[in-house]
Structure formats: structure tokens, C-alpha cells
């Protein structure tokens, strides 16, 4: 099953949206998508210092663990009409396992310039049957 999965965060005159491929993810499969970085304002300084990608485990009795992570700089990306594009790849291994009680999260990081730094999460699975 594909389930194309987005979050937006808008903040200090961008939008970065993030597009997940695929969420349910099965053995073999790379998490994948893109971020789309879009200026909502004419003002052309540089906003954003970096984006960190997140994937955490929520464990039953609240305690998140990092099992992996991407982050990229805004520099050097692909354009697309008026929007920056950058794509990335989340290898999976045997820590994205979840218990009974546990969940996958995928967070997006955005982290300003000024230091302002906003984050989306949502939910994601993999599965290895």
C-alpha cells in the first residue's frame, strides 16, 4: 500500500514541507521522500540554518529514543518553480522493530537562523513479515 504522507511547518515567512513516499515501510523498504522549502515573502535573506529529519521510538511509558536521522544545510539544493527541493533516504534496521505497546515517529526539525526552531511529527510503520 502507498500512503504519501505530508507535514507543513510555516514560520519566519517559509514553508518547509515534508513528503514521505511511503509509511508503511516493510523489510527491505528505504524510508524516502523529499522537503520542499518555499519563500512566502519577497525578502530573499537566508532563513533557515538546517532541517533535521528524526525517526523516534515511543516506548509504552513515554520514553522516545532516536533510532535515526538525517539533517542537511539549505545550501545547494534543486529548484523547482519557486520551491527548494531536497531529497533524502532513511535506511531502516532491526531498532525500527516495534514492540506491542511502542510506535514509530517521524519528526521534521526546522531550525532558524534567529534560533527559532519548530518541529512536525507524524506516524509511520515498519514491519518485518
Not at 85 to 97: A, K, S, T, Y
Request: hydrophobic share 35%; with cysteine.
Amino acid at each position: 500500500m502507498l500512503s504519501k504522507w505530508l507535514t507543513t511547518v510555516e514560520e519566519n515567512g517559509v514553508r518547509v514541507e515534508t513528503v514521505i513516499e511511503k509509511t508503511d515501510l516493510v523489510e527491505g523498504d528505504v524510508l524516502n521522500g523529499s522537503v520542499y522549502i518555499t519563500p512566502l515573502t519577497d525578502d530573499e535573506d537566508d532563513k533557515i540554518d538546517y532541517i533535521s529529519l528524526k525517526v523516534l521510538c515511543e516506548q509504552a511509558n513515554g520514553e522516545i529514543s532516536v533510532i535515526g536521522k538525517h539533517s542537511f544545510e539549505v545550501v545547494g539544493t534543486i529548484r523547482s518553480k519557486d520551491a527548494e527541493i531536497m531529497p533524502f533516504e532513511i535506511m531502516p534496521d532491526e531498532r525500527w522493530v516495534c514492540g506491542v505497546d511502542e510506535r514509530l515517529i517521524f519528526q521534521t526539525t526546522v531550525i532558524f537562523l534567529d534560533g527559532t526552531e519548530v518541529e512536525e511529527v507524524g506516524y509511520i510503520s515498519y514491519d518485518t513479515e
